[in-house]
């Protein structure tokens, strides 16, 4: 009986063995050809930080890049830099904006779009800085005296001249005549801000200049829109800013924010106190002002 017993168990436990094996191998098999039973669940991405996009390059072949938040239907630009070098500390502002947006994310309410193109004339502040993209003030060379010749692109265009508003080959700043290019838009920086708008047909576009700590209004032939001078008197009285319908130190044509009044796009020009400082807190007010106009309206 005990030898009968033993062979049983014995069977038993080959037949369970053999049971566990084939489970097994069947097991593994199926898990190979069908992984979907066992992956993880993917999960859902959330997109972190702006959509960087490359809008144009500058004659030099520098990128004109830009750094789009949110993905509301109310969309503002701010454009930095369209002086180069001679007015620095106006890209210094947007990438500080940039910045800001980067560490606070939820500043941008739900349903606006918020670009800022930090440097339109990548050309003209490489010439002051030697430095491509973003720079800190150490990078600055201890003698600006030279800033000027760094205000126009590597064409000597002043780029603030070459848009499509009353356009002519030549304007004035302060007094000296300037080159506007040899037609409207001939310069690839300039023709890189207008395929922006053209594409995305902003709200409002905002530039920062300096230095007059002036927030000024902008028009081509028909007059200021209604939308500009709100959002000009709406950023001035949050920043603390005087306001002016028109720059009226000396004559200007082919400006970028008249050609914006022309196409109907509500266009302001921010202009800081000085060359050197970028009055952050005073503008985060002003753009603050903003993102509740366009948070409301329309």
């Not at 300039?190 to 927030?215: C, D, M, R, W, Y």
């Not at 920043?239 to 196409?263: C, M, N």
């Not at 952050?280 to 903003?290: E, H, P, R, S, T």
Request: hydrophobic content about 40%.
């Amino acid at each position: 009986m005990r030898s009968v017993f033993s062979k049983k168990a014995i069977t038993t436990i080959i037949a369970i063995v053999v049971f566990s094996l084939v489970l097994f191998v069947s097991t593994f098999i199926y898990k190979h050809y069908h992984p979907e039973i066992t992956s993880t669940p993917p999960v859902e991405q959330k997109e972190v930080g702006p959509k960087y996009k490359i809008i144009g390059y500058s004659v030099e072949g520098r990128k004109i890049e830009s750094y789009t938040y949110g993905s509301g239907k109310n969309h503002i630009a701010f454009v930095g830099g369209i002086h180069g070098g001679y007015e620095w500390n106006s890209v210094f502002l947007a990438y500080r904006f940039i910045d800001h947006i980067d560490a606070n994310p939820t500043i941008i309410p739900a349903n606006l779009t918020v670009t800022i193109i930090p440097s339109a004339n990548p050309d003209g502040l490489y010439k002051l800085i030697g430095k491509e993209g973003k720079f800190t003030v150490a990078d600055l060379p201890k003698d600006e005296s030279q800033a000027s010749l760094a205000r126009f692109n590597a064409h000597k265009v002043d780029l603030n001249r070459n848009f499509n508003c009353n356009w002519k080959a030549t304007s004035t700043w302060k007094g000296n005549i300037v080159s506007a290019g040899t037609s409207a838009f001939s310069e690839p920086e300039t023709k890189a801000i207008q395929s922006f708008v053209l594409e995305n047909n902003p709200k409002a576009v905002v530039f920062f200049h300096s230095q007059s700590g002036t927030v000024y209004a902008s028009e081509c032939n028909n007059g200021i829109l209604s939308d500009t001078r709100n959002i000009m008197n709406a950023y001035a009285k949050a920043s603390g800013y005087s306001t002016s319908d028109v720059f009226d130190s000396y004559a200007i044509i082919g400006d970028a924010e008249g050609w914006l009044a022309s196409i109907n796009i509500p266009a302001i020009t921010v202009e800081l106190k000085t060359h050197e400082t970028i009055e952050w807190d005073k503008n985060l007010a002003g753009i603050k002002a903003l993102f509740q106009y366009y948070n409301i309206a329309k």
